[in-house]
């Protein structure tokens, strides 16, 4: 027996988490992918070489750069679509993005530059 009442929640639903999940998966995935690879394999060519410093920049991509991209072109999808639950949770993704560069990132940004003044 399924939770939903009908089929059409059911769809509802898994438009929503699809468009709120997908981006930050995606974002959060390639950021974890690329920091597992720096810190699991300690050897003389990732260390200290561009390997290392291109790994790292594909760590900050994905969290500041893929996830909000995702989001937004899911968001303009399901627009140009009409799928009303998709945009929603697209809009959702969105705005926890937001949220998390205002409690995570911007209070980086503060304590650095305080910190060298």
């Known amino acids: 027996m399924?939770?939903?009442l009908s089929s059409r929640a059911k769809e509802n639903a898994k438009g929503f988490w699809y468009g709120l999940l997908f981006p930050i998966v995606v974002?959060?995935?390639t950021s974890f992918l690329s920091l597992f690879v720096v810190l699991r394999f300690d050897t003389?060519?990732?260390r200290d070489s561009f390997v290392e410093d291109v790994l790292f920049a594909i760590n900050l991509?994905?969290?500041?750069v893929i996830w909000p991209l995702f989001a937004h072109r899911l968001f303009s999808r399901?627009?140009?679509l009409g799928k009303?639950?998709?945009?929603?949770g697209s809009r959702m993704s969105i705005k926890l993005y937001v949220f998390f560069?205002?409690?995570v990132v911007l209070p980086q940004i503060i304590f650095s530059v305080?910190?060298?003044?």
């Open 2 to 4: 399924s939770i939903f």
């Open 61 to 64: 991509l994905g969290i500041m």
């Open 84 to 88: 009303k639950p998709l945009r929603d």
């Open 114 to 117: 305080l910190e060298n003044v």
């Open 27 to 29: 974002g959060l995935g």
């Open 44 to 46: 003389s060519i990732i």
């Open 78 to 80: 399901a627009k140009k």
């Open 101 to 103: 560069l205002l409690l």
